[in-house]
């Protein structure tokens, strides 16, 4: 049985070419501002700038 008053909805946005450059241009304002601005979460930045720094498309951070 799930309890709807506690459940918690996930939503899967695929990151835009726009959106992978912000981030590469912008690390010096640091995660949580990136995730304020695009309107994603923390833990979706990191696990982006993880992704990108294994593939070698992101070099700091």
Known sequence: ???DEN???FTVKR???EE???LRENLEIGVTRIAE?????Y???M???WHMKKK???KNG
């Open 37 to 41: 601005t695009l309107g994603r979460s």
């Open 47 to 49: 696990a982006k700038m």
């Open 15 to 17: 990151w835009t070419k």
């Open 43 to 45: 833990s979706s930045v």
């Open 1 to 3: 049985m799930i309890d």
């Open 20 to 22: 992978e450059k912000f």
């Open 7 to 9: 459940s918690v909805e």
């Open 56 to 58: 070698g498309a992101l």
